[in-house]
Each structure stands twice: as C-alpha cells, then as structure tokens.
C-alpha cells in the first residue's frame, strides 16, 4: 500500500526545493501517494511536472500566524501518516496542525543556511518563536547541509537529538551521462569557443550581480570566451546590462530550460558564486556532467565538493578572483583536471542512497 503523505511548499516554481521534491517523488511514484501543498496560494511553472506523476497539487494559504484551524481540519480529513514541510522555521504552523490532527510523523526540512527575510527586531523575534514551535512538534528535523543546522539550532546541542539527520541532495545520475548532445550549433557558439555558464533562479543569493561583471570582464576581453545564464527571470533580469555592453551575441541569457543536460554539455566550465546556499543542485549536477568548476567559498559549498579543493573556492565578492580562476581553467590543463570531479559527486550524490535515506523517513 502506498505511503499517505503531505508534502508543503512555498510554491512550485522552479526552485532547488522544488526540483528535489520532484526528483524524489518521481523516484518514489510508486510507493507514495502524494499532495503537494502550496502555501504561498500560488502554484507555479513546474505544476504540470508533478501532476505528469501522479501527484495531488492544493494551494492552502498559511500566514504568519493564521491557517492552524483550517489545515488542521485538511490534514484531519485526509488522513495523511506522515507531513512534510520545506519551509525551515515557518513549518511551524503545518507541523502544530499535524500533531493536533493526530499524526505521528512530522518531517521538518532546513534547506538554507540562513533566513531569506529581511531581519528587523520583531521577524527575529518571530523566528525564535517559529523555531521552538518547530523543534518542540517535529519528530523528525532534517538539513541537506550541517552548515544549515548550526544556524538554526546555534543556541541548541542539536548533535546530542536523535531527530536530527543530514540528508544530501539525491541526483539521477544517468541523464547527465548519457546524453552527449550540445547546444553549441544551435546557439551560434563557435565550436572551438571557451564557455562558461551558470543555472539558477534570479534571486540576491544566487549572486548574478557579480556573476554578469565577470561574464562581461572576460568575454570583452577574450574573443573565444562565451557565457550561457540559465534560470528564471534570468533574461529579463539581466538582458539589458548585457545589451548595454553590446555582448548580447556571447552572453546568452535563458529563463526556465528543460534541457539541462544539453546546456551542461555545452560548457567547458561551470561558474557558481552564490551568497547563500542549502546543498546546491546546479552545481551538483555540473560535478556530475564532467565540468570543472568555480564556486564560492561558503560553508554549504564547501560541504558539497571534495575537501581538497576548498583551497580553491573563491569569495563570492571577489570578481578578480574569479576571472583569474576561470582563466585558469582555460589556459592550464592540470587545473582543469583537478577541478573535476565526477567519480567522487556520482558518489556523494548517489539517489539512491540519499533519496533512500528520506524514504526511511517517511
């Protein structure tokens, strides 16, 4: 018999949360009978990815403080074993209503290493109290990095409670290894071109900012050097400092793609300088496809490449640092070779084992 569960998100737009809950749920279609829950009201562009599955979507929007009476009642109704929510702290309100509905299992998931609020005295205020609600009605308190529980529970021994667990990103390996196509002839890239590229949303964390000033450093000054941006609001986000640098032909910006592997296959090397990070899918799945890589020097990187290259991850400021590093790539061999790492990310990564770890969870 299936597993009768709840997950709650903020919405399904294309995300790192949400493209982990679709991979795991897609892993799991048969073994789990899943709604969704959108709490922001809205839903979002990957809808049509999680119904093609199987999965029941409902938008139930939760505020701050308002929501505990009538999803209580939803969970009550629907009789779920087990609820998820993937919201840090503010699993708060779904959690208390799952244990007011009876339900045994509730699953809390840190998949940040910091708050994405901006902090005044009442929201940190908010957070602690949302924080020891959480901690006080979960029976399970899960991060996909350490870096994310030693901010949230700083003030707490949370390596002495059995309920904590650090569960890696899980990738599907094989559609990064198998597919051999590039994008390079489509996209009018010479094919003795240097491309680098980055995926991910347009957010402040994300760090585009620095990232497009490197992207025009390099490819005004190198006439072999290309840059591909994929994620949301991406192109309209960045297109017209692109256009203003007169680069639009060798900095090629994208929103939402589906042919991530395809885009992966068409760079030489991977450029990744976020703020701020949970355990970072993209740059996962650039280790995997074989790409050497540039990323910033935060915790929650560090813990998703191998430690011998911490040496060389850079401040996610530093634009100098970067350019001097990609360039590096480019131009020495043993460095390319040095920052892939293919064997060690299948491993670490391996969906199975991480995606199973979940499972057990549930």
Not at 23 to 51: D, M
Not at 131 to 148: E, G, M
Not at 167 to 189: A, C, V, W
Request: glycine fraction near 4%; charged fraction near 25%.
């Amino acid at each position: 018999m299936k597993k009768n569960i709840a997950f709650f998100v903020f919405s399904l737009e294309a995300g790192g949360i949400e493209r982990y809950l679709l991979r795991f749920l897609t892993h799991y279609q048969a073994e789990i009978n899943a709604t969704v829950y959108c709490k922001s009201g809205k839903i979002g562009v990957l809808k049509n990815n999680f119904l093609d599955i199987g999965v029941k979507i409902k938008t139930f929007k939760i505020g701050y403080i308002s929501g505990l009476e009538s999803i209580t009642k939803e969970i009550k109704e629907n009789n779920f074993e087990t609820v998820v929510d993937f919201s840090n702290n503010f699993a708060a309100i779904p959690l208390l209503a799952a244990k007011m509905a009876g339900v045994n299992n509730r699953i809390v998931w840190y998949r940040n290493a910091d708050v994405k609020f901006k902090k005044t005295p009442l929201k940190n205020f908010y957070n602690l109290v949302v924080n020891r609600i959480t901690r006080n009605v979960a029976t399970n308190i899960l991060s996909n990095s350490k870096a994310a529980l030693e901010l949230f529970y700083k003030a707490y021994d949370w390596q002495s409670d059995s309920r904590f667990d650090i569960i890696y990103n899980g990738i599907d390996s094989k559609k990064f290894l198998s597919t051999k196509n590039n994008l390079r002839e489509e996209l009018d890239i010479p094919i003795n071109a240097f491309v680098v590229g980055h995926i991910g949303r347009y957010n402040e964390q994300k760090n585009h900012k620095t990232a497009i000033e490197v992207a025009i450093q390099l490819s005004k000054y190198y006439d072999d050097i290309y840059f591909i941006f994929v994620g949301r609001e991406v192109d309209t986000a960045l297109s017209e400092k692109v256009k203003n640098a007169r680069l639009e032909s060798k900095i090629l910006l994208f929103g939402n793609r589906s042919d991530i592997p395809e885009i992966l296959n068409t760079l030489d090397c991977f450029y990744f300088p976020s703020t701020l990070e949970g355990n970072p899918n993209a740059l996962i799945e650039a280790m995997i496809a074989g790409l050497p890589f540039i990323a910033s020097d935060i915790e929650p990187i560090k813990e998703a490449v191998p430690e011998e290259l911490h040496s060389y991850l850079v401040p996610p400021l530093d634009i100098t640092s970067a350019v001097k590093s990609i360039l590096k790539i480019k131009n020495n061999k043993e460095f390319k070779t040095k920052m892939t790492c293919v064997d060690w990310a299948l491993n670490k990564f391996n969906a199975e084992k991480q995606f199973g770890k979940f499972f057990k969870k549930l």
